[in-house]
């Protein structure tokens, strides 16, 4: 943690990049309508007990509704509230690269059915920032330079910042499934005791987000000079293809993505999404099925996949209050 001179603590900071997964069968993404679902990713620097240096920590997070929370100026609407759940932590990149290969699924009814790849939306640094007795998720985009349809779709904006809240895993909340008690986040000890009787806590020990189904709530909070506003210095650098933290970070290969959303902000042509040379095989539970023994939240409740995970979320809507 970082304390600063105006009374905000910088909690994490790290690089952040957001894809999408389109529709089964749809082979051209026009809009948020094609998309089956949005994701964010952080990659930050963390503290591990015992060892005296620092470990990369990366978290594959699934956004609730396809897109972030609006930000509105002047006044509250639901679309500014919005769920975030952990369907992945790890050490290693190439766990989160795996999660946005393409995939395939054989179906009784249709045989041989296949998940597209993850495609790039965005690139950029984040911080999390304790400002004013609540914590914020702050960001600053860096690829693509310029704002595009893509961008417009899943409300990601050059800089915008979200009151950022982890629910009590021990209490039920309208709007976000209740897991069983195998299922909930594995929490220590000295994390379970920070939560107490609240139903949400602040961000104020990172560790809370390294958990799978650990469970967020997103509150749009300002697009606007949001370092001056949280009194704090986000690092954000001039990307450039070469030079994208995607390749760097991530360890994703050129060759597997569409990199036009990235660079250019706006979704590829069929013509331009690249030939998948490496396809993952899912297993019948892992497969988003149609309801039934095999599919639909009987896999999900049954699967310890992040697709899985994410097939039983999705959908799910805030209450609007």
């Known amino acids: 943690m970082v304390k600063l001179d105006n009374n905000s603590t910088v909690i ?27 994701y964010m990713v952080t990659s930050s620097l963390e503290d591990v007990k015992g060892k005296e240096k620092k470990e990369e920590r990366y978290r594959l997070f699934l956004i609730g509704q396809k897109q972030l929370p609006e930000i509105v100026e002047g006044r509250s609407i639901s679309k500014e509230r919005n769920w975030a759940l952990n369907v992945l932590s790890t050490s290693d990149p190439e766990d989160i690269r795996k999660e946005f290969l393409p995939a395939e699924y054989t179906t009784k009814t249709k045989g041989k059915r296949r998940l597209a790849a993850a495609v790039p939306a965005g690139e950029g640094k984040y911080s999390i920032v304790k400002h004013e007795g609540h914590t914020e998720l702050a960001y600053l985009l860096e690829l693509p330079q310029e704002l595009g349809h893509t961008q417009k779709e899943f409300e990601i904006k050059n800089e915008a910042s979200y009151i950022i809240s982890v629910k009590n895993p021990e209490i039920s909340v309208s709007g976000f499934t209740a897991f069983s008690s195998a299922r909930k986040p594995q929490y220590p000890n000295d994390l379970v005791e920070l ?3 609240k139903r949400w806590i602040d961000v104020d020990d990172p560790r809370l987000l390294d958990y799978q189904n650990t469970q967020l709530l997103l509150i749009g909070a300002r697009t606007k000079e949001v370092e001056n506003e949280l009194g704090i210095s986000i690092d954000e650098e001039k990307e450039i293809q070469r030079s994208s933290d995607i390749f760097k970070e991530l360890k994703i290969r050129k060759e597997e993505v569409p990199l036009k959303p990235l660079l250019k902000g706006n979704f590829p042509g069929k013509e331009e999404i690249p030939v998948a ?3 993952k095989q899912l297993s019948s539970d892992e497969s988003p099925g149609q309801g039934g023994k095999k599919g639909g939240k009987a896999a999900a409740n049954k699967s310890s996949s992040a697709a899985a995970v994410a097939k039983l979320l999705s959908g799910i809507n805030l209450p609007k209050k």
């Open 195 to 197: 939560f107490g009787d």
């Open 277 to 279: 040379h490496e396809i």
């Open 12 to 38: 994490e900071q790290g690089d952040l990049f957001f894809f999408y997964k389109p529709k089964i069968g749809i082979e051209e993404v026009e809009g948020i309508e094609d998309v089956q679902r949005f």
